[in-house]
């Protein structure tokens, strides 16, 4: 059974920096698209990044560009995401995910889900 666990979450004051981690079990994760997304308390659940089995593609939502950055260590079977300069619309609950088919067509289909780990913003 694939299992995705979500750590790195925290209360961080604006301008900040943390590092999210997703660590998978289970299932071989040398050859599944990864991806970040986030959502914020009565806000639906939104894009952050992908990445390929590789790590050699990544996608990062135009609201993060520039401050997140998605990475992955395949001989890890994790996956990252660090956030700088972050602010207080920030603050959600970070989700990761997992495409085992691994192939890009216009977009990952998840099937794989974390529990998510919370990240707070304070102005």
């Known amino acids: 059974q694939v299992q995705l666990v979500e750590s790195g979450g925290d209360l961080v004051q604006a301008g900040g920096s943390l590092i999210l981690s997703c660590e998978v079990s289970g299932g071989t994760f040398g050859n599944y698209g990864m991806g970040w997304f986030r959502q914020a308390p009565g806000k639906e659940r939104e894009f952050v990044a992908d990445?390929?089995?590789?790590?050699?593609?990544?996608f990062i939502s135009n609201s993060v560009k520039g401050r997140f950055t998605i990475s992955r260590d395949n001989a890890k079977n994790t996956m990252y995401l660090q956030m700088n300069s972050l602010k207080p619309e920030d603050t959600a609950v970070y989700y990761c995910a997992g495409d085992p088919d691994g192939s890009w067509a216009g977009g990952y289909d998840f099937s794989f889900w974390g529990q998510g780990t919370q990240v707070t913003v304070s102005s």
């Open positions: 990445i390929s089995p590789s790590g050699d593609d990544k």
